[in-house]
DNA sequence: ATTAGGG
DNA sequence: CCCTAAT
């Protein structure tokens, strides 16, 4: 087994470890990360050019878009935009154009959907190229999030569909984004646009360089996926290169790690595993604001390709001379006006978290981002107010509405909220166990469970306990989010609320709610970070001085055997932080203090052991038996 | 199921 | 803590 790895080593022309230390299970240790890392170029060349020539053979619409199809995309670009500038296409076309991609692999945004769906209302609407460039662009990149959208795709000016951002407003500051729209726009129409810009203020990605290319990004940021949208993904996806990165539709539905909102995968653990993985990832991505097509081959390092692209976008918009064009004599359909985006209220509904008491706050705030990020990610409904009045006729024209150019620009408020599992955009829902009884104006209420084993047992070294809180817990198959109940009619109108705190569950409440009580942790769900105590350390340490690092399993047995939280993996993990705490210098330690004293302990044991193993494999090497450590 | 090690 | 390869 040795020289197998020597062997290895030796023909990537490293160095033989120095130490052998490692045991019995060393051996090929590389990572599915490394593997991956090394064959993708060949992967990639190989397929990039095989989507190259099919592209070339067949060149009308490749359902199966993926990277290399990007890729072909992006060199087709100038053609395309030229294509544009020249000729605007029908906006249907455009439109499956989208969907198309949308499914295809290049972009896997949830918001696809979305987006089809505004463009078909606006098809039925009327044929207002303004309009379709508006629509089809769900990818404009506006950098800070406020824009001054002038009409684009306009021939004359041979913008080709580019939006363009004048503005540098911050959202979050004035909460107002500008949009320019012409006034016959209907208010389906304003709501498609008014759903392409992030609450937080991002916009969604743009996939390449060149906005006019109309391939769709995927919005990273949030993984706004349903198993809707999972399970058609899949499809297309399934040959594709998995990175851990990939785009939005590996990612599953779900924000983060609740597992309140894992799709229902029936199928075998491994792949529920996989899933819940990367929408951990997708969740820490998403922290990181990261809105690039990782799911492409090609971005074999999404982080740096997503900034540049983000640089690039942004030169390209600074390139641009932003045209605002308040009035177009030429034609009253091209007459624009200038709406406000000004959110004047924002609901969410309200929610029951049922989380242990043992939980950390970190945890709780952790739980409530992810729930509130699941619900608003599972749709938003814009409502328009006028001077404080709802707009429910989606079919009027901004000027049947009298949302126009010098009328009631400034009085022209929207609201935001959630869509509460209604059809609203398709493919995505909160999960099936949510039931709503409700009419659509009524908002669900969600019961959140964070639940996770608990038993401490006789280590008990914190006095936490399990919150029961309700007498009325039914057992159930899946999740945590069991179950809804009917709130209390809805105030949508101008009260600015704004996002309704978590609320604690009454008690009649909870008769109604089902919630599971199961006692293996959901699956996708990160376990709560329980630091170790000190005692806990201790014992840890002194099983170890006994039974020497690499067995964990009897260590677990010796120390912490009625510790049903704790893992032998937790403890090697723990071992080996100890280990590194050790080492280091006091003033770069964080967390609980452990006593040097121990920690010399560890760093003793460590030495010992590591001596002893090395001794049993040079043993085993030289053919010695065990004589010389015998 | 365990162990080791990277992230 | 998580994930995974190799036992």
Not at 139 to 162: E, P, Q, Y
Not at 396 to 404: N, V, Y
Not at 448 to 474: D, L, M, W
Request: hydrophobic share 30%; net charge positive; charged share 25%.
């Amino acid at each position: 087994m040795v020289v197998r790895k020597r062997l290895d080593y030796g023909s990537r022309g490293h160095q033989v470890p120095a130490m052998p230390r490692v045991p019995s299970s060393a051996r090929g240790k590389r990572s599915a990360r490394r593997k991956k890392d090394e064959m993708s170029p060949f992967d990639l060349l190989a397929t990039v050019a095989g989507t190259l020539l099919v592209d070339h053979e067949n060149s009308s619409n490749a359902p199966g878009i993926n990277a290399a199809a990007a890729l072909t995309y992006a060199r087709k670009r100038k053609s395309v935009k030229a294509e544009k500038c020249d000729d605007v296409p029908p906006l249907k076309s455009m439109a499956v154009e989208n969907c198309i991609a949308g499914s295809g692999g290049v972009c896997a945004s949830p918001r696809q959907p979305n987006i089809c769906l505004a463009e078909n209302s606006s098809t039925r609407n009327g044929t207002d190229p303004v309009l379709e460039s508006l629509t089809v662009k769900p990818n404009m990149l506006v950098r800070d999030s406020v824009f001054s959208c002038t009409k684009s795709c306009n021939r004359a000016h041979g913008v080709g569909g580019i939006p363009e951002c004048g503005s540098s407003r911050s959202l979050e500051a004035t909460n107002q984004v500008q949009v320019q729209r012409p006034l016959d726009g209907d208010t389906t129409a304003l709501y498609s646009l008014v759903s392409s810009v992030d609450l937080d203020g991002r916009p969604p990605a743009l996939v390449s360089s060149d906005s006019s290319s109309g391939v769709p990004l995927c919005i990273h940021d949030k993984d706004r996926n349903t198993s809707h949208l999972c399970h058609a993904e899949a499809r297309h996806a399934a040959d594709r290169d998995d990175d851990e990165n990939s785009s939005g539709c590996t990612h599953p539905c779900t924000a983060g790690n609740n597992k309140s909102y894992m799709p229902q995968y029936a199928g075998n653990s491994r792949i529920r595993k996989m899933f819940a993985s990367k929408i951990r990832k997708a969740a820490r991505n998403k922290m990181c604001g990261e809105m690039s097509n990782k799911g492409s081959k090609l971005n074999l390092c999404g982080k740096k390709i997503s900034t540049t692209r983000q640089r690039v976008q942004r030169a390209m918009f600074k390139r641009q001379k932003p045209v605002r064009r308040h009035f177009t004599p030429s034609s009253a359909k091209g007459i624009l006006t200038e709406v406000k985006l000004r959110i004047k209220s924002f609901t969410i509904p309200e929610l029951f978290i049922e989380i242990p008491e043992n939980a950390t706050v970190g945890s709780l705030k952790r739980t409530v981002m992810d729930v509130v990020t699941s619900i608003i990610e599972s749709g938003l409904r814009v409502g328009v107010l006028l001077q404080g009045k709802s707009i429910q006729d989606d079919n009027k024209t901004l000027r049947q509405a009298r949302i126009c150019h010098g009328e009631n620009l400034e009085n022209i408020d929207f609201t935001l909220e959630c869509e509460a599992g209604q059809n609203s955009s398709p493919g995505v829902r909160i999960p099936e166990e949510m039931d709503f009884h409700g009419a659509d104006a009524m908002k669900p209420l969600a019961m959140v469970k964070c639940e996770e084993p608990f038993s401490e047992a006789k280590a008990g070294y914190n006095s936490q306990q399990r919150v029961q809180a309700s007498p009325h817990r039914v057992q159930s198959e899946h999740g945590s989010v069991h179950s809804l109940f009917e709130t209390t009619a809805h105030e949508a109108s101008a009260s600015s609320q704004a996002i309704v705190p978590v609320a604690s569950p009454s008690s009649e409440a909870l008769a109604i709610v089902p919630v599971c009580k199961s006692k293996r942790p959901a699956i996708g769900q990160r376990r709560i970070r329980r630091p170790f105590s000190l005692p806990e350390v201790e014992a840890l340490v002194e099983a170890v001085e006994q039974l020497g690092t690499g067995r964990w399993r009897d260590v677990k047995m010796l120390a912490f055997d009625n510790t049903d939280h704790r893992t032998y993996v937790d403890l090697k993990d723990k071992w080996k932080t100890l280990v590194h705490t050790a080492s280091i210098s006091p003033q770069q330690r964080r967390g609980e203090p452990v006593p040097q004293g121990l920690l010399d302990r560890v760093l003793a044991a460590q030495a010992y052991w590591s001596q002893q193993q090395q001794q049993v494999i040079s043993g085993k090497a030289s053919g010695q038996g065990c004589s010389s450590s015998c």
